[in-house]
């Protein structure tokens, strides 16, 4: 909301920035690299909007709520420059490619657009815009700084030329204040996959791989600076793979790759190449860096899911039990129409594979209800496989059509809203049940947790939807709640000394909920690893 109070003189030290970010972990980390780059350049961040030099929304274009968020703050933003003109706002990330210059046309409060595969360039712009104002304070700006639709000039040319967002990644801060424990690290990025409801190969482009000495030496630089869990990140990180046959480097510094086309027999490699996996990667973070206690990786593609990669996680123990596989729908003819190139059978299979070789390993998984076309049967078919597959937790979605789409293009959004709301909470209910159980087989144990946030200084119920949690977490007194997760993923909550934030501690588990456990530490934070 609008400050009440007078607004606050632009600034005469250096420029102040307000970042906010919707959507995945990939735009956490673009945020935290620009954040990196700016932070270099001078510019300081502040936690209100209201009195930054320097507005920047990095967004998400995956469901239509998360876009109306950012119209909504643009509709503040926009009251705002009434007072303070000489303010400079900036959209970034993929609603910057979606909507390209069309955003800035109808929405002259915005000054900068910046698409996700140019952020590299985003001090520039800003810096532009800057330049402008300052002569023209007060009155209308000269020009919008716009840069988007080049993730497609990058992937053309990336074979023979110095990709220049890689070098964004490579210059990223390793100093301990721009983490507490835990890190991203981006080892592919857009997405070749085109399931037909989504965004992301528009806004991100093709799947590009980046090259494993870079990839390593960035997990080591980041244990170096003192943090402990690393999350390698993609859109289909199982799908990762370096051709050093087909290597490039400038500079010295080796070129990422486009992805190669992976069918049904693996990826399509020239022979005699040397290529290194997925499988092979995590392996080579894992004993190249010893003292990283914890190895995640998110997200992965249900097809071509390698025994390969199990191996490899089940001779690491430091590689975190945890798998997400978003299967999106549990009716085959649904599946086809999305264009995932697997049937519920290969999934229900890779399911079966990865418990066998990991008896602890959780799963969690992403559904979409309400896909053109979905009938009592397919929702059915999506319950029965639900219960099935007994994840820990599914992140469930409402369709939500998206221009630029296959499913927009083919298919009528034809399940009605609260269709889609009704099979939603029956999914959610159904999952709630499992979740609970998947816990509830916890109780009574020791489980490592790495501490990532206090929660609550009172104590009292993050989760005050379920009521049991309520039940079981009445304090008496003022404590301060923590909140961590283990290595399968599960959230626990503990009282505890903010002082072990970033550490990994270990935990009895006394009581469980759907969404969470509840435990007491029993030891101060563990030698890692
Ligand atoms: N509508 C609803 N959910 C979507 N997702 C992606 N695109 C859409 C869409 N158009 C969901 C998928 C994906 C997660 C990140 O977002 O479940 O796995
Ligand atoms: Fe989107 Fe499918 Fe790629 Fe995931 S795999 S980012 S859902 S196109």
């Known amino acids: 909301m609008p400050s009440q109070t007078a607004p606050n003189p632009p600034s005469a030290g250096p420029r102040t920035v307000f970042l906010e970010t919707f959507g995945c972990q990939m735009n956490v980390l673009d945020s935290q690299l620009v954040r990196g780059q700016l932070l270099g350049l001078g510019y300081r961040f502040i936690d209100r909007w209201e009195e930054a ?28 420059k009434r007072e303070r003109p000489e303010v400079v706002v900036g959209v970034i990330g993929c609603m910057a490619e979606r909507e390209g210059l ?74 301990p204040d721009e983490h507490q ?25 093709r799947e590009v791989h980046r090259s494993p000495d870079a990839i390593v030496e960035e997990c080591r630089k980041l244990v170096d600076s003192g943090v402990i869990e690393i999350t390698l990140i993609g859109q289909t990180v199982n799908h990762y793979h370096y051709d050093h046959g087909a290597a490039v480097q400038v500079n010295g510094v080796a070129q990422p790759q486009i992805g190669a086309t992976v069918g049904a027999d693996g990826p399509r490699i020239k022979a005699g190449s040397r290529v290194t996996a997925f499988a092979d990667l995590l392996y ?19 097809r071509d899911f390698g025994d390969d990669i199990l191996h490899v996680m089940r001779a690491c123990p430091r590689i975190c039990r945890y798998l997400h596989l978003p299967v999106q729908s549990g009716s085959n003819r649904i599946l086809k129409l999305m264009n995932r190139g697997y049937v519920v059978e290969e999934y229900l299979e890779l399911l079966d594979r990865a418990r066998a070789a990991l008896p602890d390993v959780q799963i969690a998984s992403d559904l979409i209800c309400g896909f053109p076309t979905e009938t009592q049967a397919d ?6 496989l639900t219960r099935k597959a007994r994840w820990k937790n599914a992140f469930i979605f409402k369709y939500s059509p998206r221009p630029g789409t296959a499913a927009i293009e083919r298919f009528t959004d034809d399940v009605p809203d609260d269709v889609k709301r009704q099979r939603n909470n029956e999914l959610l209910a159904i999952q709630s049940v499992i979740s609970r159980e998947v816990h509830e087989a916890c109780v009574g ?84 690893p």
């Open 53 to 80: 030099d320097v507005i920047l929304y990095n967004t998400c274009s995956v469901r239509e709520h998360a876009e109306q968020k950012v119209y909504s703050r643009l509709g503040w933003v926009a009251l705002h």
């Open 102 to 175: 069309d955003l800035a046309r109808r929405f002259r409060q915005v000054d900068v657009m910046c698409g996700p595969g140019e952020l590299d360039k985003l001090p520039m712009l800003i810096d532009n815009v800057l330049r402008t104002s300052l002569d023209r304070r007060g009155g209308k700006r000269a020009a919008q700084a716009a840069l988007q639709g080049n993730n497609h000039r990058r992937s053309t040319t990336l074979a023979a030329a110095e990709d220049e967002l890689e070098l964004l990644d490579l210059a990223r801060s390793f100093s």
């Open 181 to 205: 424990g835990s890190a991203y690290v981006r080892i592919t990025r857009g997405c070749n996959k085109f399931c037909t409801y989504c965004v992301v190969p528009n806004t991100r482009g």
């Open 284 to 302: 080579r973070i894992h004993e190249e860096v010893p003292d990283l206690a914890r190895l995640r990786f998110v997200t992965n593609f249900p």
């Open 379 to 384: 929702h059915d078919a999506t319950c029965e």
């Open 445 to 528: 144990k020791c489980v490592r947790v790495f501490v990532e946030s206090v929660t609550d200084r009172r104590g009292s119920p993050t989760n005050a939807a379920d009521p049991a949690v309520e039940l079981r977490w009445q304090p008496t007194r003022e404590v301060t709640q923590l909140s961590g997760r283990t290595d399968g993923d599960l959230i626990v909550l503990f009282e505890g000394d903010p002082s072990v934030v970033g550490t990994i501690v270990e935990v009895e588990i006394r009581s469980a909920a759907a969404l969470s456990l509840f435990g007491s530490q029993v030891n101060e934070a563990i030698q890692v």
